[in-house]
């Protein structure tokens, strides 16, 4: 399809595991951004790329959470020694890069940590 | 920080009726982009509407209209003849171009139900 996905799209593990969460941008897309979203809650800021450089990860919790997108498109988020309190849905959007650009959300991956 | 607020936890309308959603917002900058974003029950993120700041016109989207109004920080989102499938919860969101990068900062979300 041509939109944003994400997989898994369901992901359980338990406290103390490292998990990699996958995002494919649409194509054509070079900016790429991270959202966790708590039940009942609007989405909150992780981090962003534009192409390959990592332009704000100022939203990331704590250094236990990392992103990488090496050649520019597909990105991984990684959240190593998971804990209870990191269980959200955790949301990937991507936009071009021209100004006043829409960003556009995939389906979202739910995080379950046991 | 821009901080984004939405007063009204729940909001109900009967179908084929009118519905406002309220948000406001606070910033100190005069160029930045508003949006509404519709969260079905599938939890996924859909983009129902978007308001640049610099534009004075209220942004309309066949049944989806704004209410802007930049010096009262407001940005309302009407619904008109309402559909069921018009049923999910509504997020109000803010971006700027320039201190803050191009990070979305969302509200805590309207649920809106459409009763038959």
């Known amino acids: 399809g041509a939109g944003v996905s994400q997989s898994p799209r369901y992901k359980v593990t338990k406290r103390g595991q490292d998990v990699a969460l996958r995002c494919d941008p649409i194509?054509?897309?070079?900016?790429l951004y991270w959202y966790r979203q708590a039940l009942g809650q609007g989405p909150e800021f992780l981090t962003y790329?534009?192409?390959?450089?990592?332009?704000?990860k100022s939203g990331l919790p704590n250094d236990r959470f990392s992103a990488e997108r090496p050649e520019g498109s597909i990105s991984t988020l990684t959240i190593q020694r998971t804990e209870q309190r990191d269980s959200a849905m955790y949301r990937c959007?991507?936009?071009?890069?021209?100004?006043?650009?829409?960003?556009?959300f995939g389906p979202g991956t739910r995080l379950t940590v046991l | 920080a821009q901080t984004v607020t939405q007063s009204q936890p729940e909001m109900s309308v009967q179908e084929a009726e009118t519905v406002t959603l309220s948000c406001t917002y606070d910033?100190?900058?005069?160029?930045?982009?508003l949006f509404w974003y519709k969260q079905p029950p599938s939890r996924q993120m859909i983009l129902v509407i978007r308001?640049?700041?610099?534009?004075?016109q209220n942004a309309t989207e066949n049944r989806f209209s704004v209410n802007f109004q930049k010096a009262a920080k407001s940005f309302s989102l009407k619904i008109s003849d309402s559909q069921l499938g018009d049923a999910a919860m509504y997020f109000c969101?803010?971006?700027?171009?320039?201190?803050?990068?191009?990070?979305?900062?969302f509200g805590e979300g309207t649920q809106l139900t459409v009763n038959p």
């Open positions: 790329f534009n192409y390959e450089a990592q332009q704000d």
């Open positions: 959007a991507s936009s071009p890069i021209y100004r006043g650009y829409t960003q556009y």
């Open positions: 194509s054509g897309h070079v900016s």
């Open positions: 969101a803010y971006r700027e171009e320039e201190t803050s990068g191009s990070r979305l900062t």
């Open positions: 910033t100190s900058e005069s160029d930045y982009y």
């Open positions: 308001q640049e700041a610099y534009k004075q």
